[in-house]
C-alpha cells in the first residue's frame, strides 16, 4: 500500500495556480524528496495533504485515508513540520512537548528529551526567546515525538546550521530504521542526493519528473569538458549532449547516455584535453527545469 498518493492533486487560490494534476505516490519506508524552485507548489500541496487546506480537485491520501474526509485520523498519525513555525510564545518548550504528547495520547517524555539533547535545545526556555532555528527545533521534535509511521515535513532543514543538518539527517535515518515513512520538501539538492530513495520535482505547480535517486546517482549523466589549445571547431555534435556552454579554451556540457557511446563519438573531436566529471544533481535538475525533464 502507499503511503502517501496524491492523484491528480490540484490546487488553486481563486484564479491563482497553487499545484495541477499532481500524480505520485510514496511507498512504506521510502524517504522521499519533493523538489522545486520557489513558488512551485511544495507547501501548496504539502498543507493539502494534512487539510490545512482543500483541493480544488483530485486526491490525496495517507495509508489510504482520504486527507479530507479523515484528517484528524491521519494527523494522529503523522509527523508534521510546517514551513513556518507559529507558536504560543509564552509557553517554555517543554509544556509545548507535553500538550502536543497529550495530544498524541502518548508519554513521549524520555523521547523529548533524548531528541532535545540530540539538537541541543534547552526545553526549559520560553518559546519568545528562541532563535529562528531553535524554534525550528522544537517543531523538528515535535514531528518526530510520538515516533510517527508518517513523517511530512516541509522545508525542514531552513535555518539550521550544517552541524544540525547533520544530526537532522541521522535523526530521519533512525526514525527510517524504525519503519517510518518520510516525504520532505526542499529547495537543497545537496541534501536530497544525501537521504533520499526518490524525488519528485516540481516547478510552476506541474510535477515535472519522479525520479529514483539510485539511478540519478549512477545516471548516464556526465559533465564534459573539451580543451582545445589551438583552434576550436565551430560547433561540436555529440548525441546526448545537453545545455552545452563555452568555456575558456574549449567547451563543457551536460552529457546524458553511456560512457562508452561518449568515448566513441569523442574519437571525431580533435580536442587537446578532455574532463569528464559527475554532475551534481543542481546540474541534472537544471536540464529538468530548463526542459521540462522531456529528454532524460
Ligand atoms: N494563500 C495563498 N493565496 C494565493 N496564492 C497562494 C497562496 N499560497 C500560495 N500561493 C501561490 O501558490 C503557488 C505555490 O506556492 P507554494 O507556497 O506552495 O510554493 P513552494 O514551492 O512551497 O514555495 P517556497 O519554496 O517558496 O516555499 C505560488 O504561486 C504562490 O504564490
Request: net charge negative; hydrophobic share 35%.
Amino acid at each position: 500500500m502507499a503511503m502517501i498518493e496524491l492523484d491528480r492533486l490540484t490546487k488553486f487560490y481563486g484564479k491563482n495556480r497553487g499545484i495541477e494534476n499532481i500524480s505520485f505516490s510514496v511507498e512504506e519506508g521510502e524517504i522521499f524528496g519533493f523538489i522545486g524552485p520557489n513558488g512551485a507548489g511544495k507547501s501548496t500541496a504539502i498543507r493539502t495533504l494534512l487539510n490545512f487546506i482543500y483541493p480544488t480537485s483530485g486526491t490525496a491520501r495517507i495509508m489510504g485515508m482520504d486527507a479530507v474526509k479523515e484528517s484528524t485520523r491521519i494527523r494522529k498519525m503523522t509527523g508534521y513540520l510546517p514551513s513556518e513555525v507559529h507558536y504560543y510564545d509564552e509557553m517554555k518548550v517543554k509544556d509545548l512537548l507535553s500538550y502536543s504528547a497529550g495530544f498524541y495520547r502518548k508519554d513521549c517524555k524520555r523521547r523529548a528529551s533524548y531528541l532535545a539533547e540530540r539538537l541541543e535545545l534547552d526545553i526549559t526556555r520560553k518559546i519568545e526567546d528562541l532563535s529562528f532555528g531553535n524554534r525550528k527545533k522544537v517543531g523538528i521534535v515535535q514531528a518526530l515525538l510520538h515516533d510517527p509511521r508518517i513523517l511530512i515535513l516541509d522545508e525542514p532543514t531552513s535555518g539550521l546550521d550544517p552541524l544540525m543538518q547533520h544530526v537532522f539527517f541521522e535523526l530521519l535515518r533512525e526514525a527510517r530504521e524504525k519503519g517510518a515513512t518520510i516525504f520532505f520538501s526542499s529547495h537543497y539538492l545537496s541534501e536530497v542526493q544525501k537521504l533520499c530513495d526518490r524525488v519528485a520535482i516540481i516547478k510552476e505547480g506541474k510535477l515535472i519528473k519522479v525520479e529514483n535517486m539510485e539511478e540519478v546517482r549512477r545516471n548516464q549523466f556526465k559533465n564534459v569538458s573539451l580543451f582545445f589549445h589551438e583552434t576550436q571547431p565551430n560547433a561540436i555534435h555529440i548525441e546526448g549532449m545537453l545545455q552545452d556552454e563555452k568555456i575558456p579554451h574549449g567547451v563543457r556540457f551536460l552529457y546524458n547516455g553511456s560512457s562508452k557511446q561518449l568515448l566513441e563519438q569523442l574519437k571525431n573531436v580533435p580536442f587537446d584535453d578532455v574532463l569528464i566529471e559527475e554532475p551534481t544533481l543542481e546540474e541534472v535538475f537544471i536540464h529538468y527545469y530548463e526542459k521540462g525533464g522531456d529528454e532524460a
